[in-house]
């Protein structure tokens, strides 16, 4: 079994940043993918930004130049560094890690932004 164990969500005004940590814990192959989504009511999640364990990285056309995924390998640990933050980016952001066929979800800080 597989926990994901997320922490940095807030309220903070726009332009301002936050980072969102997911350290993951139990038995994790050591090739995987790490993400994160986000989710807001009524909808679906959506792909903000993914990792693999060689370092490969996807971003949301919507976080490009303003968000930094990164990861510990040794750790099983996800970033988030999330700049610039703007309303639109008000979510839940939920943490995902997925090996061979498993896929393992956290349950996501709330992240707000408002002036």
């Known amino acids: 079994q597989v926990q994901l164990v997320e922490s940095g969500g807030g309220l903070v005004q726009p332009g301002e940043s936050l980072r969102l940590s997911c350290a993951a814990s139990g038995s994790i192959a050591s090739r995987n993918v790490m993400g994160w989504y986000l989710q807001t009511p009524g909808t679906q999640r959506e792909l903000v930004a993914q990792?693999?364990?060689?370092?490969?990285?996807i971003y949301a056309d919507s976080v490009k130049g303003r968000f930094t995924v990164s990861r510990h390998n040794a750790k099983n640990i996800l970033y988030l560094q999330m700049n610039s933050l703007k309303p639109e980016d008000t979510a839940v952001y939920l943490c995902r890690v997925q090996f061979r066929r498993y896929t393992f979800w956290g349950q996501g800080p709330q992240v707000t932004v408002s002036s």
């Open positions: 990792i693999t364990s060689g370092g490969a990285t």
